[in-house]
């Protein structure tokens, strides 16, 4: 029986590394592949949450290569990407990735003892944009619904533009908040206030 | 017209606090959904400065110094008492199902959780309906309405605030007939309510540029999604 289990995990790591860097990867899979490749880290190492030098490095390695963040950017600032420069428009990319994973680090800690729920997923043939549902189950028993959109990229390779968490997306949030700060000053004043926020 | 209806209704709601501090605010162009925002930043930083002095130092202080197993058995009672409301609204909505899981949760948690305290139902599997009146108005068909921020309490819609009242009239805690019990129990559940609230605060001083804005979002989508049972309206 342990034998059988052992062939089968030989097996797989052994077509894992068959498999053509080029193979698409489903969007579901993708997902659960990046929130597991952190949440098994966050149970054998939980020292590493109070490490942020490791903890950035965990989530630019495993997270990062798997978002979109200029596409979350200009959904972010909506019809106001237009009227930023381009410097203006890799400036709030970059400020923005900053601030998202800072936030993130920050809330990786209460993610550790939880398990995560992936909803089957729906998906037409052809789909360039999908969302994949997941259920992190807290330790009260409350589930709390986290969904991704995700985007297929000109290689193939899905991206995930927007966490929607409890119905509450992230992107649009952001949206009502960088629409504020331009609206009541400029876009150089929130890529200031993005700087002030992450220094 | 509609406009005179509005402040009519917010000073209804909001009582004095909200005109005098509406003085204060300087005047902006208006964000969609919240066109009474110079008086709602104006209450925001009432109930901020409120909440600073007074019940975060008291939630602090509730939740360093009572046990774990206390803070969740006091959690629980609340969350029955709320179960037992969800149940008004699961029928209002017709949704037998969830009318069904919330009875279930409040006769096993009032029964074999004595009175609440264990949360039996959860460890069963029986999910908690999480209805309110202001979604079964939501539900109906009734938007959500402006943004309105109310003294003390917080975030709302002009629905949600409405929705507040007729509630308060079968709550569990709040029709206690005694009056200190009654109280101290209200007092108690807006400390539970606050600590709650301790990681979502943490990550929102991370996270936001604008802590009004950032909660007047999160709330009306949320609110929104919980109208929808979860369920997405396509993005514009």
Redesign the interface.
Known sequence: MKRNKLIAMFASVALLALMPASAQVAPDEMVKTAATAVTSVLKSDPAILGNPAKLKELIENKLLPNFNFQRMTQLAMGRNWAKASPEQQTALTKEFQT?LV??YS??LA?FRNNTIDYKPLRMAAGETDV?VKTVVNQA???GI?I?YSLEKAADGNWKAYDI?V????LV??Y???????I??QSVDA?IK??QA?NK | MSRTFIVHGVSVIAGLVALTLSGCASFRAAAPGDPLEPVNRGIYSFNSTFDHYLLKPIAKGYDAAVPNLVKTGVSNVFQNAADAQSVVSDALQLKGAKMGDDLGRVIINTTLGIGGIFDHASAMGIERGNEDLGQTLGYWGIGAGPYVVIPFLGPSSLRDAVARYPEGLYDPISTLSSVPVRNSLLGVRAVDARVGLFPAESLMNQAALDRYTFLRSAYLQRRQSLVLDGKRPKDE
């Not at chain 1, 409890?166 to 997306?169: D, E, F, L």
């Not at chain 1, 949206?175 to 700060?181: A, G, I, L, Q, S």
């Open positions: 601030l800072r936030t920050g809330a209460s969302t009260n028993g409350q619904p969904d929607i409890a119905g509450v997306s649009t949030n949206r009502d908040e960088f629409n504020t700060v609206r009541d929130l206030q993005l926020k």
